[in-house]
């Protein structure tokens, strides 16, 4: 009750100078917004950060052809000629933190429906391959190991290649010209959209890498192997074991450089994710210099209140109000300030953090421990920066607040 009763006088008085409570509420409603929608964007970083993580594949190790030295030259990657079938078997068998192996070759081509035609990139790969990318089947199916053996004209779209291809029409049981070659559709793949990169990931024909490799390409090597480990702890030690396989394999003295290239894209966007998440505590750092400030605000008008308010002090006091009393009706005032400039600015920062959604096309969800985190600190703000003038007020002299005109 005593409590409730000091709220409701805070108010009272609150209210009495409703402008002056409005502009002394705004730096702590611009603090907790700023904090709010900071951390919805980091998050939303975070988010696509791990989106891209699911879309690169299941704890994927790619290994590439390398540069060569050429009369002291050193060319760039994909210039070796080294990485075979027999490579990726080698893999698989010999390496047992290695759960799933597809050669790869790639390259661009022109492919041909009816009147329609589109430039895209070819991949020539194992039906494993999307097992590896986690990438689903939308419509249709995928190349078996028969296909593959039998170097069978049959090729998966991805969704780009459909919609500038056939756009509404199904493509399934129709027969396109990859090259000056016909191929059967006999899938389509999920959409996973942009890159980090803004590389479309959808803008591909996926076929057996027997049939590109003899049909479109004219090779016997490859130009990639992906890999899967078994977990992600796994990944380095495996790396470590494919790169002493393949240099045994490649016949490579041991002052000579590799001349393939492993990489395992994970280590990019968890770099990247880190650093988002650095920026968005930064973000939040910086943001809470406006609470830092809207508390500086509440207690100096504390002070300016409790000057105003000196007589009213003194015949409370006179009336039978303690020190306790005093202290706790002006410490609830400055706790009443903050926590509704609080609220204000939750509600701003999730209005602020929707806007950028919409506006950017970022994803910013709402953090439910964000918000309260910014209600405490707003509460602890007020604690904080009113304790000294409601201490103040506190500790004045009766008499000499009788007397004060």
């Known amino acids: ?162 919609r500038e291809l056939f756009g509404d029409d199904d493509p399934l049981g129709r027969t396109i010209r990859v090259k000056n070659l016909p191929c059967k ?76 290239n492993i990489r395992h894209p994970e280590e990019i966007l968890q770099a990247r994710d880190e650093a988002s998440q650095t920026f968005t505590i930064l973000l939040a750092s910086i943001a809470s210099i406006s609470l830092l400030v809207g508390g500086i605000g509440i207690m100096n008008i504390m002070l300016v209140s409790i000057t105003e308010r000196t007589r009213e002090i003194g015949v409370r006091m006179a009336v039978g109000a303690t020190e306790d009393d005093v202290r706790i009706q002006f410490l609830t005032e400055a706790v009443a300030l903050s926590l509704m400039g609080g609220a204000a600015g939750v509600a701003v920062g999730i209005a602020t953090s929707i806007g950028v959604a919409n506006i950017f096309q970022w994803p910013a969800p709402i953090s439910a421990m964000a918000i309260v985190v910014a209600a405490l600190f707003s509460a602890a703000v007020g604690i904080f920066f009113g304790y000294y003038p409601a201490r103040r007020a506190s500790q004045l002299d009766p008499i000499e607040a009788l007397r004060y005109e």
């Open 185 to 260: 559709v006999i899938g389509t793949l999920e959409a996973k959209g942009l890159s980090m990169t803004g590389y479309d990931q959808d803008d591909f024909v996926l076929m057996p890498y027997t049939t590109v490799q003899h049909k479109i390409a004219g090779i016997t090597w490859l130009d990639d192997i992906f890999t899967s480990a078994v977990s992600t702890d796994a990944i380095d030690t495996a790396q470590a074991r494919i790169s002493r396989l393949l240099r045994q394999r490649h016949h490579l003295r041991a002052d000579e450089p590799d001349d393939f």
């Open 1 to 162: 009750m005593r409590f409730r009763s000091a709220f409701e006088m805070a108010f009272r008085a609150l209210g009495r100078n409703k402008m002056r409570t409005a502009l002394t509420m705004l730096g702590i409603t611009i603090g907790i917004a700023a904090v709010v929608c900071s951390v919805a964007v980091g998050q939303g970083g975070s988010q696509q950060v791990e989106t891209q993580l699911d879309n690169i594949g299941d704890n994927m190790v790619w290994i590439e052809a390398g540069g060569r030295n050429v009369n002291g030259i050193r060319t760039g990657n994909d210039a070796t000629k080294t990485l075979t079938i027999e490579d990726a078997r080698a893999i698989l068998r010999d390496i047992p933190l290695i759960q799933s192996v597809s050669p790869n070759v790639d390259g661009h081509v022109q492919v041909v429906y009816g009147n329609k035609n589109w430039y895209t990139s070819y991949r020539g790969d194992d039906p494993d391959m999307l097992a590896i990318r986690r990438w689903k089947v939308a419509t249709g199916t995928t190349f078996t190991e028969q296909d593959v053996k039998t170097l069978a004209n049959v090729c998966v779209l991805g969704q780009t290649v459909v």
